[in-house]
Nanobody, 117 residues
Framework: QVRLVESGGGLVRPGGSLRLSCLASENIFRAYTIGWYRQAPGKQRELVASITSGGSTNYADSVKGRFTVSRDNAKNTAYLQMNSLEPEDPAVYYC???????????WGQGTQVTVSS
């Protein structure tokens, strides 16, 4: 079973930046779309960005123009560059393959992002 480990979260001021990383235990990026999700307290988990195996990207309207998803196949790692962070962005951020998202055991621990002045 593929294991995904997210890192890079932290506390940042509004307008600041963070880069999240998603390390996979196997080389999955050439074959699967990878999504970045977030879940804020009391809210459902939402998909904010994704990158296909061919390199095409998609973003939720709420992060378009501020977040950039990328991946490094050689390092089995995907990234989420988050710029111009807003008070609406705090959440636990996760990476996963959308195809496997319905499986509870496919999710990692996530990484916490906090935006506060």
């Amino acid at each position: 079973q593929v294991r995904l480990v997210e890192s890079g979260g932290g506390l940042v001021r509004p307008g600041g930046s963070l880069r999240l990383s998603c390390l996979a235990s196997e080389n999955i990026f050439r074959a699967y779309t990878i999504g970045w999700y977030r879940q804020a307290p009391g809210k459902q988990r939402e998909l904010v960005a994704s990158i296909t195996s061919g390199g095409s990207t998609n973003y939720a309207d709420s992060v378009k123009g501020r977040f950039t998803v990328s991946r490094d196949n050689a390092k089995n790692t995907a990234y989420l560059q988050m710029n111009s962070l807003e008070p609406e962005d705090p959440a636990v951020y996760y990476c996963n393959r959308p195809l496997f998202a319905p499986r509870r055991d496919s999710w990692g621990q996530g990484t916490q992002v906090t935006v506060s002045s």
